[in-house]
């Protein structure tokens, strides 16, 4: 079955403290996984994707196919950072259809 | 660029009451979504129009929710007649294209409560 597992419903950290939001999924077959992002009063959006290996607002996520995570990381983390995040998955196949996690929302305290 | 819209963006009905939600996908994008997201559940596609074509509709419970795309640019979704449980917030994507690359901008949701 194709499935997506935020196991936090919340993660709360102090300003300037390492976070990790953890995703792990299953997916028979070679899965884009996505990580997107929901604001206070804002629309949702995509954050980063892992096939562009790139960093967004200074968050970085490694996919790791032998334990399935993808887990979305940021040394220090601030203030604005608060917000629902969601990891997805999509694949070939899947014509764009996206697989969400149920979410964790990030609450950075100062 | 407005981005994805969507309204109502919020709605009240008794249920066995009809409701409609109507959404514009950005200009260009051939794809669109309909997601429901659930209070504290991410968002589950509902259906996926390539163009004017439902290409997938797997999940869209066909007893009472019905959709269409007839031009190929607006879309509406309807639920007829509502029940308590469709209580959510109904989310419109749109992409350029259908595939997994394509990335996927959402719309602000419009959010009904059926009482």
């Known amino acids: 079955a194709q499935r997506v597992t935020q196991p936090e419903k919340l993660l709360s950290v102090f300003k300037g403290a390492p976070v990790e939001l953890k995703c792990n999924y299953s997916y028979s077959g070679s899965p884009e996984l996505f990580w997107y992002v929901q604001y206070s009063r804002q629309r949702l959006q995509l954050l980063l994707r892992h096939i562009s290996r790139e960093s967004i607002k200074g968050f970085t996520a490694d996919l790791n196919k032998g334990e399935t995570s993808f887990h979305l990381k940021k040394p220090f983390a601030q203030e604005e950072d608060s917000a629902m995040y969601y990891c997805?998955?999509?694949?070939?196949?899947?014509?764009?259809?996206?697989?969400f996690g149920q979410g964790t929302e990030l609450s950075v305290k100062p | 660029e407005a981005g994805v819209v969507q309204s109502p963006r919020y709605k009240i009905i008794e249920k066995k009451q009809p409701v409609a939600f109507w959404c514009n996908p950005i200009?260009?994008?051939?794809?669109l979504y309909w997601y429901l997201q659930n209070l504290g559940q991410g968002p589950e596609l509902l259906i996926r129009y390539e163009n004017e074509e439902a290409v997938d509709d797997s999940q869209l419970p066909k007893d009472r929710f019905s959709a269409e795309r007839l031009k190929g640019v607006d879309s509406t979704l309807k639920i007829q007649p509502a029940e308590l449980g469709d209580s959510a917030v109904y989310l419109c994507a749109s992409s350029f294209g259908g595939g997994p690359e394509e990335t996927q901008y959402f719309g602000p949701g419009t959010r009904l409560l059926v009482l």
């Open positions: 200009s260009g994008h051939n794809t």
């Open positions: 997805a998955l999509s694949g070939r196949g899947q014509g764009g259809k996206l697989i």
